[in-house]
């Protein structure tokens, strides 16, 4: 299983990358990390596009009790919306139990998203 948690790559000298955080940042050609007001997102590509990679440890605060699962909610809605309303659009990678995805299964899952993006500011694809 990868996990943020366990095997990590530093970028921009800020945060912890998962390594399919960059894998992805790579095949999309996006930037990894990068700052959004307060904010570092995963991957931002272009047309404003950002791709959040929500894998196994994306709930970790929740699991050692530093945040309750309504504040958890809570603080990932604020901050979806602070990044639209800086003028992007989100992907959400979901992948709760870390599944290996392979570049065929995201290049199809972003061309879904992006159709879907047409209308939405903001969409969720589920990898499990």
């Known amino acids: 299983i990868l996990s ?10 800020t945060c912890i990358v998962s390594n399919e955080q960059y894998r992805i940042s790579k095949m999309f050609n996006g ?11 995963d991957v931002l590509l272009d047309n404003n596009i950002v791709l959040e990679y929500d894998g196994g440890a994306h709930d970790i605060d ?3 009790k ?14 979806a919306q602070y990044i639209i309303d800086k003028g992007y659009k989100l992907i959400h990678f979901i992948n709760k139990k870390d599944r290996h995805i392979s570049n065929d299964e995201y290049f199809e899952a972003f061309n879904i998203c992006c159709n879907q993006l047409k209308n939405n500011t903001e969409v969720f694809y589920d990898y499990n």
């Open 31 to 41: 930037i990894v990390n990068y700052p959004i007001g307060r904010y570092n997102v």
């Open 62 to 64: 929740i699991k050692h």
């Open 66 to 79: 530093h945040l309750t699962y309504d504040e958890f909610i809570e603080r990932e809605k604020y901050r």
């Open 4 to 13: 943020k948690c366990s095997i990590t790559r530093f970028q921009n000298g």
